[in-house]
Every structure is written in C-alpha cells, then in structure tokens.
C-alpha cells in the first residue's frame, strides 16, 4: 500500500464525518411510535423483501466479478447518507437524503433492502436513530419503497429513451419522494382516528413538502454525480451490472 | 455538467454555514420532532425510550464514531474498486 492510497483512505472518511457528526433526524420512525400490531404488520411486510435481497446476494456474489467490494461500498453509503442531516434553508429545517436509489441502481432492489436492513439495525441499536420495535416500517419505507420506486424509475426511463443523467435524478428524486410518502402513510394508518387516516396522510405529507421537495432533488444529484464518477473511472463495473439500464 | 456539480456544491456548503450561524437561535430542527414526534404526539403515542439512549454530547460521540467507521468502510472498498484498478 503506497503512501498516496494511505492518504486517500484516511481523507475519505472525513466528509463523513463532518457531515453525520450531529444527531439525525428524519424519517426513521423512533422506538414506541407505532402500536404493536402495526409494527408488527410492517416486519411481515418487510421480511420476505429481506430474504430475496439474502437470496440475491448469493446470485449477485456469483454472477459480479467486483461484488463483494461494491456491496460493501453501496452498504457504508446508504449507512452515511441515511444518517446525514442535510439543513434544507427553504424550510428551515433538517433532514436526511436515503441513498436506497443510488443503491438499487448499482446493486438492485433486492440487496438495497438487504443493506438498507443492517443500516438500520446499526442505527436504531448505537445511534438512537429510528427503533427496534419500528424496524420492520423504517425497512419498507427506506428499504422496500425507496429502493425499488427508485430502481422502477430508472429502468422504465431508460426503456422510454430518456437520457442516463436524467433517468439517474429520477432515480433518486423519485426514490426520496417515495420513502417519505410511505413514512407518511404508515404514520397516518397506524395513529389517525378511525375514519381520518386519508386526511392525516395528506397533513403528514404536506409537513414532509418543504425539507423533501429540496432533498429529493438533491439526492437525484447525487445520484448523477455518483453514477457519473464510476462511468468515468471504472466504466467495466457499470458493464459487469449489465451496463445499466440507459 | 461540471457548472451544475459547482452550483450544487455552493449550494452544500452555503446550507452548512447557515445551519452553523443559525445554531445559536435553536433552528434546524429534524423532520422527525417537527413532523412525525409531532403527529405522534398529537395521537398520544409519544413513544419509548431507545435501547442506548444518548443524552447530550454522547449523541455528538455516537454519530461521529458512525460517521468515522462508515467512512473508513467506504474508504476500504472504494480502494478495493477503483483504486487497485489503476495498479493493474
């Protein structure tokens, strides 16, 4: 290892840093939230989209030269992005982007639940961020919803023609918008008043508007800039993933 | 391309600085107090203590050493991707 990778190394790691290095806020739904037999209607909604992404894991490790290090690249990024909050001035408040659109682009939907899943172990065991209990809704909000709303844009925009930068924002404006609606469903079925729960949907997501509009376009550019970077300097990762969908 | 990626980071970096000098005047709250532990709340579901509650500066410790692993396991594939590549 020559002293220039040593240095890289040890600079990566600082964004970060900066970035993450305050308590988090967003849509992970926190420890007691939610009523019991809906948390646990979202672990069984969440489990199987958990065992295909296991499942996946093992095709992708066969068939991906470079498997195990993009993996493990797209997991420490949904675990960075997802615990980074980003003060959006328009609204005056914080919140973080998800990283689940960017992630299923490079890994699929299937592994993006996988690693969104430990992410948000990690997080709810050491970081306080989002709960045990609410596991199984923060799973299909980021996870499940983000991910493949986010994979479902991408490959649908690049079927229609659409060009590779803008399939890629839509990716991950799409897959932000997505998470938070979900957020904003679970919260208003479980804790809105017999008969109201379209109407606390509507007030839940209309109070998301103002941080999410400006975060989700900036997650799509972060998933231009992201895609951009590895299609400039490793084209072949792009191709060995089937050269992607645009 | 490169116009649009520097406006975006202007715009980064101007977001941070006005998160910094708006620290004394309790703005910058989390989508999750002014939204979803509002709603909660409202409901009357204020919700639990987390398994390690972090009170204070200890919060600032646990996302800082998050921040630091995440980077330095990023940091370790990214050189197992791209740079490794570039030896070859």
């Known amino acids: ?61 066969r068939e ?36 689940t659109g960017l992630a299923a682009v490079f890994i699929g939907p299937a592994l993006t639940v996988l690693v969104s899943s430990v992410a948000l172990v990690l997080q709810a065991l050491f970081l306080a961020h989002g709960g045990l209990s609410t596991l199984g809704a923060d799973i299909v909000s980021m996870g499940v919803a983000g991910a493949f709303s986010g994979y479902g844009i991408y490959r649908l925009a690049g079927r229609i023609g659409v060009p590779w930068y803008a399939a890629l924002f839509l990716a991950g404006l799409v897959s932000d918008w997505a998470t938070y609606a979900v957020t904003s469903f679970q919260l208003a079925s479980a804790l809105a008043a017999p008969g109201s729960t379209g109407q606390m949907f ?27 970077f590895v299609k400039a300097r490793r084209p072949e990762v792009l191709m060995a993933l089937g050269g992607g969908a645009v | 391309m490169r116009k649009i990626m520097r406006v975006f980071a202007a715009v980064i970096v101007f977001s941070l600085l ?33 398994l390690i509650p972090l009170e204070g500066d200890a919060a600032l410790f646990a996302f800082l050493i998050a921040g630091a692993t995440g980077g330095f396991v990023g940091g370790y594939y990214y050189r197992e991707l791209f740079s490794r590549k570039r030896k070859e």
């Open chain 1, 1 to 61: 290892m020559n002293r220039r990778t040593i240095l890289k190394a040890a600079v990566f790691p600082v964004p970060a840093i900066i970035l993450s290095a305050g308590p988090v806020h967003a849509m992970h739904i926190s420890e007691g939230i939610l009523p019991l037999p809906w948390a646990a209607l979202w672990f069984a909604v969440a489990l199987p989209f958990v065992a295909w992404g296991l499942r996946d894991l093992r095709r992708f490790d």
């Open chain 2, 18 to 50: 006005a998160a910094g000098a708006s620290a004394d005047e309790e703005k910058w709250a989390g989508v999750d107090e002014v939204v979803v532990k509002k709603i909660a709340r409202e409901a009357n579901r204020p919700g639990a203590e987390p």
């Open chain 1, 202 to 228: 509507g007030a839940v997501a209309i109070a998301f508007m103002p941080t999410q509009i400006p975060l989700g376009v900036f997650e799509g550019f972060l998933c231009v800039g992201a895609y951009r």
């Open chain 1, 64 to 99: 991906v030269p470079f498997a195990k290090p993009l993996i493990g690249l797209v997991g420490a990024a949904v675990f960075i992005i997802s615990c980074m909050p980003v003060p959006v001035p328009t609204a005056g408040t914080c919140s973080h982007p998800c990283g």
